[in-house]
């Protein structure tokens, strides 16, 4: 039995899921090979292409294909893709979250952050966010986005 709907999935996404696995099992084994599985990554836009990118190719395989087997099952390529839309509905979360402290502006202000959070949060985020680079923004407006996005993305800080 697949996973449904515990991680918020709609059936339309555990069919596309499914659809994209049996284009790219070209062979019709019920397995991709690693080079069908990254084919499958890149149609889905999950990785650029077929030539770049190894290092984070790499990355995904050993979280799809932990025993290294070479082969990925629909299971381990549906788990992994409700994985990866939970990790984006997070980060738009996160997002929103921001924007609504920073009453809906693209940015927020240290002491936006100063008052809405906790005083060990507050400077936790004041220290990693860059500065909003706009030329109407004021001087202390923070990065809300690129900071959410590289916390909870895969990106350092």
């Known amino acids: 039995k697949l996973a449904r709907d515990s991680k918020?999935?709609?059936?339309?996404?555990?069919?596309?899921f499914k659809q994209a696995?049996?284009?790219?099992?070209?062979?019709?084994?019920?397995?991709?090979?690693?080079?069908?599985?990254?084919q499958c990554l890149v149609s889905v836009g999950l990785i650029p292409?077929?030539?770049t990118n190894d290092e984070e190719f790499e990355r995904v395989l050993s979280?799809?294909?932990?025993?290294?087997?070479?082969?990925?099952?629909?299971?381990?390529?549906i788990d992994y893709m409700i994985q990866e839309i939970s990790e984006e509905?997070?980060?738009?979360?996160?997002?929103?979250?921001?924007?609504t402290l920073a009453n809906d502006k693209p940015y927020i202000t240290e002491d936006e952050l100063r008052r809405e959070l906790?005083?060990?949060?507050?400077?936790?985020?004041?220290?990693?966010?860059?500065?909003?680079?706009?030329?109407?923004?004021?001087?202390d407006a923070l990065d809300y986005t690129s900071f959410s996005s590289a916390l909870y993305g895969e990106s350092d800080l």
């Open 89 to 99: 509905d997070s980060v738009d979360q996160i997002i929103e979250s921001f924007r």
């Open 21 to 38: 696995f049996s284009h790219f099992d070209k062979d019709k084994s019920g397995v991709l090979e690693v080079k069908e599985f990254r």
């Open 63 to 77: 979280i799809v294909d932990p025993d290294g087997s070479g082969t990925i099952t629909i299971q381990e390529y």
């Open 118 to 139: 906790a005083p060990d949060y507050a400077e936790f985020c004041i220290k990693r966010m860059m500065q909003y680079d706009d030329p109407g923004a004021p001087a």
């Open 49 to 51: 292409d077929i030539e």
């Open 8 to 16: 918020g999935i709609t059936n339309e996404q555990l069919q596309e």
